[in-house]
């Protein structure tokens, strides 16, 4: 399929110097599609290459999904729960049986793990911001790996992220990440939705966020986890205005990663363009707009 970039540069070069990188993965990446349980190769994998990346120098904050998904299998559920109380209950399940296994297996790479749980109000009020923020410094100078999850088991409507496309973004706008890296079921954007239109045009680089880009948004969603495309342009946004470039890509073949930061062109990057008015409460207290046309 050809492709085609809204970008001046092509090289992703540069991407190799990124330091401090904040990596999504999706509810569908690391569960099986059949089941909702988890995918412990995938997950494997996902360890190996997140421990390489940290044994190269790098500091990795990891974003996971997956809770809900892997507490209501746990349970003995058929599907994922709509109810909220039955949705949290599956929540405190998974989150600690996720844990249980990224705290293995990265130990076997000899990387410790911490687990942070934040909702929108950890975020809104400035006090418990900053310590999140001091958290997740000291943890990085520590050498730890955080493992970052929406608190599922207390958020409540009003103030749940709701997705952990944009969760990930703030937190890679709160730590001054490098490189944002959303995984997914979704392997970039596309200028239509590829599944309904065959001529839909994969875009390797999104320079800026139009509303051009917006509406390629719209049309594509996962099966499983909660952000389509336009959570995740939402989350680029942020990320962008915050001064991180951001990546798409596909979870099939987790190595992904390790070939996106040492340059190779893979999924649809989205470039940073700081903005000195960006402050994460804007976003948090307002529907924010960013600052790009
Ligand atoms: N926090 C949710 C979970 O762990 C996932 C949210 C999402 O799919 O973006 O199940």
Redesign the pocket.
């Given at each position: 399929m050809e492709s085609f970039n809204t970008g001046v540069s092509a090289s992703r070069d540069y991407l190799k110097d990124k330091k401090r990188i904040v990596v999504k993965v999706?509810?569908s990446s690391i569960t099986h599609a059949q089941t909702g349980r988890m995918n412990l190769e995938k997950i494997e994998k996902l360890v190996r290459v997140l421990s390489n990346l940290a044994n190269l120098g790098k500091e990795v904050i990891l974003v996971?999904?997956?809770?809900?998904?892997v507490g209501s299998k746990a349970l003995g559920m058929d599907r994922k729960p709509s109810e909220k109380a039955q949705k949290q209950a599956c929540?405190a399940v998974?989150?600690a049986n996720l844990m249980m296994v990224y705290q293995k297996l990265f130990a076997e790479y000899q990387h410790t793990v911490a687990q942070i749980l934040l909702t929108k109000y950890t975020m809104i009020e400035s006090e418990s911001r900053h310590n999140a923020e001091n958290t997740f410094n000291e943890l990085m100078r520590m050498g730890v790996i955080p493992i970052v999850?929406?608190n599922?088991t207390v958020a409540t409507d009003e103030i749940e992220f709701?997705?952990?496309?944009t969760?990930s973004a703030i937190v890679a706008a709160l730590v001054k990440a490098d490189l944002l890296i959303l995984l997914s079921d979704i392997e970039g954007l596309y200028t239509d939705d590829p599944h309904k239109n065959s001529n839909a045009q994969f875009i390797d680089t999104v320079e800026y966020i139009t509303d051009e880009i917006i509406a390629m948004g719209k049309g594509a969603t996962s099966a499983v986890?909660?952000?389509g495309m336009n959570t995740k342009i939402s989350a680029a946004r942020i990320a962008n205005d915050s001064g991180t470039d951001m990546v798409i890509a596909s979870s099939e073949d987790l190595s992904v990663v390790s070939r996106i930061i040492s340059g190779e062109k893979i999924g649809t990057l989205f470039k940073a363009h700081l903005n000195e008015n960006f402050h994460l409460i804007d976003y948090l207290s307002n529907n924010y707009n960013g600052s790009q046309k």
């Open positions: 999706g509810s996971s999904s997956g809770a809900i998904s929540a998974g989150q999850n929406e599922d709701g997705d952990n496309d969760l986890g909660t952000g």
